[in-house]
């Protein structure tokens, strides 16, 4: 699995070039005008891991990125989730060149590109990285989640002060009496989800993600240790879209009020 993460790595610090010059160079109402820099982004991200691939049949890649406003006619999440849950040993590459389009336009440099890699339905590798920042996060099922060359485990231990993404105002009413804490939104979710595997927050809830938006951030969460499942508290948050990662003691105190 570690030669296609360091296909996967050589693509997004690629892209990230394009991608850091546009950003520096433009304010942000000519920022706004580049509402097609997430087909750019894909397409480069794709030919840079086809001119490395050597893996042939043995790997999708794309069309796996999606968004309604940039890349509605490449493909459907149904579609998506169709083939990361085929029964054969293919893997299959989800890209997400840019997460998120609105942070990079109002010039707030906490977006990043991800990468996913699946097999038979179960996540085996994910890259998330944050090219004006220039910081990388990756893991390996079963290796655990690194920033950069240092491991992340999430040792949060408070159950005061509790920090929270709670994307539903409807939810977020019905259970923020029971949390001792603020809200602490950032716009991007892959970004949420890293900080939620490192402690910097102590809950987030997502009624509905996609899947190129979940899908690095959960397995980095769960190899750091972090329990992460749907609102019926299955696993399979793929399936689902609906999620909630959170310390132990917290999911099993917020999850019953979400069904």
């Not at 049949?57 to 006619?73: C, N, R």
């Not at 019905?174 to 603020?182: A, K, T, V």
Request: glycine share 4%; hydrophobic share 40%.
């Amino acid at each position: 699995m570690q030669p296609r993460l360091n296909i996967a790595l050589k693509a997004c610090r690629s892209a990230s070039e394009i991608i850091t010059k546009i950003y520096k160079s433009k304010d942000q109402d000519e920022l706004r005008s580049y509402d097609k820099i997430g087909d750019l982004l894909y397409k480069h991200i794709a030919d840079v891991i086809a001119e490395s691939y050597p893996y042939g049949d043995a790997d999708i890649l794309g069309p796996s990125y999606v968004d309604s406003e940039i890349m509605e006619s490449i493909t459907s999440s149904q579609n998506i989730t169709s083939n990361i849950n085929s029964d054969d040993d293919k893997y299959i590459w989800v890209i997400n060149p840019l997460d998120s389009y609105k942070n990079f336009t109002n010039k707030l440099p906490l977006f990043n590109i991800t990468i996913t890699i699946f097999q038979k339905g179960i996540a085996q590798a994910a890259i998330i990285f944050n090219p004006i920042q220039d910081e990388l996060v990756t893991a390996i099922k079963g290796e655990g989640a690194l920033y950069e060359n240092t491991k992340i485990r999430n040792k949060s231990l408070s159950k005061t002060k509790i920090l929270y993404v709670i994307d539903n105002s409807k939810i977020k009413l019905n259970i923020e009496n029971m949390l001792d804490g603020s809200e602490r939104f950032i716009g991007s979710k892959s970004t949420e989800l890293i900080y939620m595997a490192s402690g910097k927050i102590d809950l987030i809830v997502y009624p509905k993600i996609n899947i190129w938006e979940s899908a690095a951030g959960v397995l980095i969460c769960k190899e750091a240790g972090v329990f992460v499942t749907d609102f019926a508290g299955e696993d399979d948050i793929y399936k689902s879209k609906s999620l909630i990662a959170s310390k132990e003691w917290l999911h099993k105190k917020i999850l019953p009020e979400l069904n």
